[in-house]
T-cell receptor, first 116, second 111 residues
Framework: NAGVMQNPRHLVRRRGQEARLRCSPMKGHSHVYWYRQLPEEGLKFMVYLQKENIIDESGMPKERFSAEFPKEGPSILRIQQVVRGDSAAYFC??????????????FGEGSWLTVV | QQQVKQSPQSLIVQKGGISIINCAYE??????FPWYQQFPGKGPALLIA?????SEKKEGRFTISFNKSAKQFSLHIMDSQPGDSATYFCAASSNNNDMRFGAGTRLTVKP
């Protein structure tokens, strides 16, 4: 049973370029979460999505950041016109979304974005 | 807004000692309280979790104590080992599956 798969694991972008981070949830999971972790800091919630729906994007910066979870394919976190302050580890997590299964979310190994 | 407050920020414990990390929450709708362990360069991994219908849960050397009236919960690591050195995050979620994390505690267990 494959876990949450994120790619790329490491990404280097120049200032002003676009970064696309992909996340395939665990099999059977229909809920996806994105978190950002700055060096030596905690996990900051960004967005919570179900298939084709954004449930909570209260942690997303108002500009340059967007997320989607289409009916088919992985969830994508997109950062346009990256700046040095976007350098961070971006973690995706998934859950079955079923109260019977509990609220547990499972994390991927992260995507490390470096903006040069 | 910080919905889950975690302390201490860092903790150094001697091998064989007890590591204690505390968390407090504000939202009374939270009904699931997991702890995650993260090693450098890796994603957080679920360690142990508790629901508010019990006051304590133990799994091996790891114990969660939960105080519903005080809205606090803590992680105790008994007989701490150098391999336990990692960053630990408490978290809380409600039935809408939205999960919020504490700021993390960097634990160092000295041999």
């Amino acid at each position: 049973n494959a876990g949450v798969m994120q790619n790329p694991r490491h990404l280097v972008r120049r200032r002003g370029q676009e970064a696309r981070l992909r996340c395939s949830p665990m099999k059977g999971h229909s809920h996806v979460y994105w978190y950002r972790q700055l060096p030596e800091e905690g996990l900051k919630f960004m967005v919570y999505l179900q298939k084709e729906n954004i449930i909570d994007e209260s942690g997303m910066p108002k500009e340059r950041f967007s997320a989607e979870f289409p009916k088919e394919g992985p969830s994508i976190l997109r950062i346009q016109q990256v700046v040095r302050g976007d350098s961070a580890a971006y973690f995706c997590a998934s859950s079955p979304g079923d109260r019977i299964s509990g609220n547990t979310i499972y994390f991927g190994e992260g995507s490390w974005l470096t903006v040069v | 807004q910080q919905q889950v407050k975690q302390s201490p920020q860092s903790l150094i414990v001697q091998k064989g000692g007890i590591s204690i990390i505390n968390c407090a929450y504000e939202n009374t709708a939270f009904d699931y309280f997991p702890w995650y362990q993260q090693f450098p360069g890796k994603g957080p991994a679920l360690l142990i979790a508790i629901r508010p219908d019990v006051s304590e849960k133990k799994e091996g050397r790891f114990t969660i104590s939960f105080n519903k009236s005080a809205k606090q919960f803590s992680l105790h690591i008994m007989d701490s080992q150098p391999g336990d050195s990692a960053t630990y995050f408490c978290a809380a979620s409600s039935n809408n599956n939205d999960m919020r994390f504490g700021a993390g505690t960097r634990l160092t267990v000295k041999p």
